[in-house]
């Protein structure tokens, strides 16, 4: 027998008991004449104690070869502790060892593994084995595991069924590059990995399967940020003959089940906003409302009064930044207006305004606005005294973008955005396309396959290039405390509209064909009106456990920065005899 408890079991009630545990050395003490050894498993760590005295020689002599890491099991009785550890559930008691076997030996592990690792990204995914025996990751695991169960268990007693679709499909366009697998029996020929199983959900619809779920792995080739990984997982949904409404209560009831269910939060009803809405007041389509701070449009009392970078500006834009003026002296300005000016943002200057505690009005454009003016400002934002306003100004969607950035800069640094605090939102009333000045082209906004506003159906048949521009789709996401957890959108099931959408984005009746041709097929035949939405699973979970979206410690195997798998070393070369059955002739580029 391996274990009669786990290493978190044991309390005082068990004082006298005789146990068998097994586990991981975390590390040991050695005190000469007797040795504490702590013992580590998924369920916590166990105090183990050798006395020289009260135990053979030789067990006492083995317990001292025990390594970090060595799996050891171990035979003792149940002791009171003399001295208490309060911070851990077994720190009453400890264990006198009669027996000790060693399963097996461990070489000196490249990194502690303790809760706070002294281990580099890359080491502890080299040696993710050792980085999972850390009980942050597991307790990551555990929480995903949690919120997976929950989540199956919601929607299948709301009636959704869970559908796999294939891995190996053709690209869908989800606005990223495709991840490609060449097919041997198809020689030159290439499957893509599904960016989302979105046409195949839609199919399913038509199918007449009404309510489809899936937790399904995505695959999409772009570049990698803290909170994005080459192949993640989504909660996939569909449904049929429902509005956006339905949709939106059915996710709504999921995602406070699951706060409810894994951390024991209530929540009301979510409030919405506009795309729109959410662009003019916090310059993002994901605002963080965990804080207000928002923008306020100072182009009728800024401009016009001689100060030529307001004068020639399409946008000069503020926030107010509550009771900071005594806190941010010229050097602290300066400093944050070169944080504005690095690349990554790209701000040209800030413009402050300090409203003192002694009734002053200080400002960096003081030589063209008079108090008068600035105090006019102030009250457009209701500024107090030791309020500071922070303004920008240029182009219109870049500085709004710029002020994104500020406020939530402003937000972290003022304390606001407190990671255990959620505020769920609803983003509503996307714009359907998007005009790239770059490639003079309609891109879809969401997908192609999402639904104007019934009220816009006519406008797109019938109008022109600018009314392309002003259309609003039945596209909704999920953002809590500024991350987008996901969204979706009620989906065209007319095959005209649907042939329209593809010609305003640029595919010739051909392409739209070779491409779509069997969902546009399967629209001929009775598709019920639908939609659905995904959400980021793996940056629920996040999201829910830290308060923040970053994904790594999440996913059990994940990749690094350059999308490389740094356990298994994957990508890697594969043989000739590959690349020659699949008929793929390699032409690297010259060494020089
Ligand atoms: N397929 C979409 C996505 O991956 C979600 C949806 O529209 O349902 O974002």
Redesign the pocket.
Known sequence: MYRTHKCGDLRMENVGEEVILSGWVQGSRDLGYMMYTDLRDRYGITQLIFIEENTSKELFEKARTLGREYVVRVKGTVLERKSKNPNIPTGNIEIAVSDLEILNVSKVPPFTIENDTDGGEDIRMKYRYLDLRRKPLQESLMFRSKVAVETRSFLSKEGFIEVETPVLIKSTP?GARDFVVPSRMNKGQFYALP??P?TFKQILMVGGLDKYFQLVK?FRDEDLRADRQPEFT?I???MSFVTQEDILNTFERLTQYLFKTCKGLDFGKFPRMTYDEAMEKYGSDKPDIRFGMEFHNLNDLAKGKGFPVFDSAELVVGINAEGQAENYSNKDIKKLTEWMQRPQIGAKGLVYVKFGNDGSVKSSVGKFYSEDDLRAWGEEFGAKKGDMLLILSGEEEKTRKQMNELRLEMGTRMGLRKPQDFKPLWVVDFPLLEWDEDSERFHAM??PF?SPKKEDMERMMNGDHETMKSLRADAYDLVINGVEI????IRIHDKDLQSKNFDLLGFTKEEAEAQFGFLLGAFEYGAPPHG???FGFDRLCAVMMTGEGAIRDFIAFPKNNQGRDMMIDAPSLIHDEQLDELCLAINLPDED
């Open positions: 989800e960016q989302s979105q995505c989504q996939d949904c569909e969401h997908h999402t996901g969204g979706g959108s659905g939405l995904a």
